[in-house]
C-alpha cells in the first residue's frame, strides 16, 4: 500500500520543470496533489506573489478536502542582477520564495494533519553565488532561514526541511565533458534526484529530521575547481582583464 495513499500534497509551482516531477511522484503514489501555477492548465493557476491569491487557494483546498499533509514550496524567484533588477523586481522576487512560502503555511497551518510535513526548495545558491544573481540569491537565503525558523514554531505541528537543489536539468539535455566532471558524481542533476529526497522528508522514515537543509548537488559545492582542471577553462573578456 502507498505511503501518500489519499494523502493531500500541496506544491506551488507545480506546472513544469522540479515542481511538475515532485506533484507526479506523489500522484503516483497515490496521493491527492493540489498544485498552484501561472502556467495555464488544469491545475489551480495564479500568481503566488499576491496575497488574495494565495488566500483563495488556501480556502479552496481546505473547502475540497479539509486537511493538509504536506506543502512543498517549490515556485521560483526570477533571477536578477544589480545592474538591471529594480526595487519591484527584487520585491516580487522575494514575495514569490519567501512571503509566499510563510503566507500559505500561515494559512493553512490550522489545517495540517497529524505528521504533517513542508519542504522548502531552496538552492545551493543561497551559500555560494554567480555574478548578477542577487534577487534569486536573497531569496533563495531567506527561504532556508524561514525553513528553520517554522520548524521551531511548529514544532508537534509539522516537520518542516528544506532542499537545495544544484544544477538540476529540466529540459531533458545530455551534458557531458566539463558540465559532467565538475560533480564528483560525473553528471548533471535530474528533476526524480529532488523528488526522492521530498518523498523521503515527507515519509515517516523522516520522523526524527526537521529544520535540516539538505543541498543535492552532486557534490559540485564540495569540490574545489581550479583553472584547467576538470576540463574547466576560466577566461576574461577584454573589459575585465
Given at each position: 500500500?502507498?505511503?501518500?495513499?489519499?494523502?493531500?500534497?500541496?506544491?506551488?509551482?507545480?506546472?513544469?520543470?522540479?515542481?511538475q516531477?515532485?506533484a507526479?511522484?506523489?500522484?503516483?503514489?497515490?496521493?491527492?496533489?493540489?498544485?498552484?501555477?501561472?502556467?495555464?492548465?488544469?491545475?489551480?493557476?495564479?500568481?503566488?506573489a499576491?496575497?488574495?491569491?494565495?488566500?483563495?487557494?488556501a480556502?479552496?483546498?481546505?473547502?475540497?478536502y479539509?486537511h493538509?499533509?504536506?506543502?512543498?514550496?517549490?515556485?521560483?524567484p526570477?533571477?536578477?542582477?544589480?545592474?538591471?533588477?529594480?526595487?519591484?523586481?527584487?520585491?516580487?522576487?522575494?514575495?514569490?520564495?519567501?512571503?509566499?512560502?510563510f503566507?500559505?503555511?500561515?494559512?493553512?497551518?490550522?489545517?495540517?494533519?497529524?505528521?504533517?510535513?513542508?519542504?522548502?526548495?531552496?538552492?545551493?545558491?543561497?551559500?555560494?553565488?554567480?555574478?548578477?544573481?542577487?534577487?534569486?540569491t536573497?531569496?533563495?537565503?531567506?527561504?532556508?532561514?524561514?525553513?528553520?525558523?517554522?520548524?521551531?514554531?511548529?514544532?508537534?505541528?509539522?516537520?518542516?526541511?528544506?532542499?537545495?537543489?544544484?544544477?538540476?536539468?529540466?529540459?531533458?539535455?545530455?551534458?557531458?565533458?566539463?558540465?559532467?566532471l565538475?560533480?564528483?558524481?560525473g553528471?548533471v542533476?535530474?528533476?526524480?534526484?529532488?523528488?526522492?529526497?521530498?518523498?523521503f522528508?515527507?515519509?515517516?522514515?523522516?520522523?526524527?529530521?526537521t529544520?535540516?537543509?539538505?543541498?543535492?548537488?552532486?557534490?559540485?559545492?564540495?569540490?574545489?575547481?581550479?583553472?584547467?582542471e576538470?576540463?574547466?577553462?576560466?577566461?576574461?573578456s577584454?573589459?575585465?582583464?
Amino acid at each position: 500500500m502507498n505511503e501518500f495513499a489519499d494523502k493531500v500534497i500541496i506544491v506551488t509551482g507545480g506546472a513544469q520543470g522540479i515542481g511538475q516531477c515532485v506533484a507526479n511522484a506523489f500522484r503516483q503514489q497515490g496521493a491527492q496533489v493540489c498544485v498552484i501555477d501561472k502556467q495555464r492548465g488544469s491545475h489551480f493557476v495564479g500568481d503566488i506573489a499576491k496575497k488574495e491569491v494565495l488566500e483563495v487557494f488556501a480556502k479552496t483546498v481546505v473547502e475540497k478536502y479539509g486537511h493538509v499533509d504536506a506543502i512543498i514550496n517549490n515556485a521560483t524567484p526570477a533571477m536578477q542582477g544589480i545592474d538591471t533588477c529594480s526595487y519591484e523586481a527584487f520585491e516580487e522576487a522575494l514575495r514569490v520564495g519567501v512571503t509566499a512560502p510563510f503566507y500559505l503555511v500561515k494559512l493553512l497551518k490550522d489545517h495540517l494533519r497529524p505528521g504533517a510535513s513542508i519542504v522548502n526548495i531552496s538552492s545551493s545558491r543561497e551559500k555560494m553565488s554567480m555574478s548578477q544573481t542577487e534577487s534569486y540569491t536573497a531569496a533563495k537565503g531567506g527561504i532556508s532561514a524561514l525553513t528553520h525558523a517554522l520548524a521551531i514554531s511548529l514544532a508537534g505541528r509539522a516537520r518542516v526541511n528544506a532542499i537545495s537543489p544544484g544544477w538540476i536539468d529540466t529540459e531533458s539535455v545530455v551534458y557531458e565533458g566539463a558540465d559532467a566532471l565538475q560533480h564528483p558524481v560525473g553528471r548533471v542533476g535530474h528533476p526524480m534526484d529532488i523528488a526522492h529526497m521530498v518523498l523521503f522528508l515527507c515519509s515517516e522514515k523522516a520522523g526524527f529530521i526537521t529544520g535540516e537543509n539538505i543541498c543535492i548537488d552532486g557534490g559540485m559545492t564540495k569540490q574545489m575547481i581550479y583553472h584547467n582542471e576538470h576540463g574547466w577553462n576560466l577566461s576574461f573578456s577584454e573589459e575585465e582583464k
